[in-house]
Nanobody, 124 residues
């Protein structure tokens, strides 16, 4: 069982940067693929990025490619999402998630564990 808690959200101006953190509990965190998703008001949950258990393989959604960077530190049971060149349309609640499925990782239903979310607001 893995429990996830996000932090680091807040208000930032367009063009700015923010780093989100995801603290995981449970000894098996290092065996999970970790992902980040976001959900804006009135919209569905959008895939942002995913990183495999080793931290070597990553995948990004088209809307954030080149601006966001996903990483993890298994020794600390932590995951991160570095966000740069933020835009107003990045405003959403951001969630970290963990998956043992290992495939179709753009799909939220393949993630068994979810955090409670952290709000990111980008002012234009």
């Amino acid at each position: 069982q893995v429990q996830l808690v996000e932090s680091g959200g807040g208000l930032v101006q367009a063009g700015g940067s923010l780093r989100l953190s995801c603290a995981a509990s449970g000894r098996t965190f290092s065996t999970y693929t970790m992902g980040w998703f976001r959900q804006a008001p009135g919209k569905g949950r959008e895939f942002i990025a995913t990183i495999d258990w080793s931290g070597v393989s990553t995948l990004y959604g088209d809307s954030v490619k080149g601006r966001f960077t996903i990483s993890r530190d298994n020794s600390k049971n932590m995951g991160y999402l570095q966000m740069s060149s933020l835009k107003a349309e990045d405003t959403a609640v951001y969630y970290c998630a963990a998956s043992s499925v290992g495939r179709e990782l753009r799909m939220s239903y393949n993630y068994e564990h979810w955090g409670q979310g952290t709000q990111v607001t980008v002012s234009s």
